[in-house]
């Protein structure tokens, strides 16, 4: 994200969808195993802030993944910093 909310840069690899056949799926197995075929995301960014927003619209529905097993990201720097 830059300077606002509305400035938004790149989205995260990962499914999005609510309904199974429409981005989301009925297992969770199924849900790990076609999330782990995205590729990473890379950005280069030109340096200034740097936000994160999770793009959801149903909090309420986010729950643990079966035994303690959740999506995760990170951010890393590939090459020197200037």
Sequence with gaps: MGDSTADKKVGLPGN???FAGSGAYAEFEDCVTASKLLPPVTYEHPGG???IWLQDSNYPDNVAGL???NPKWSLKRLGACD
Excluded: S
């Design 67 to 69: 035994d303690g097993r």
């Design 16 to 18: 999005v969808g609510v």
């Design 49 to 51: 802030k740097l936000g």
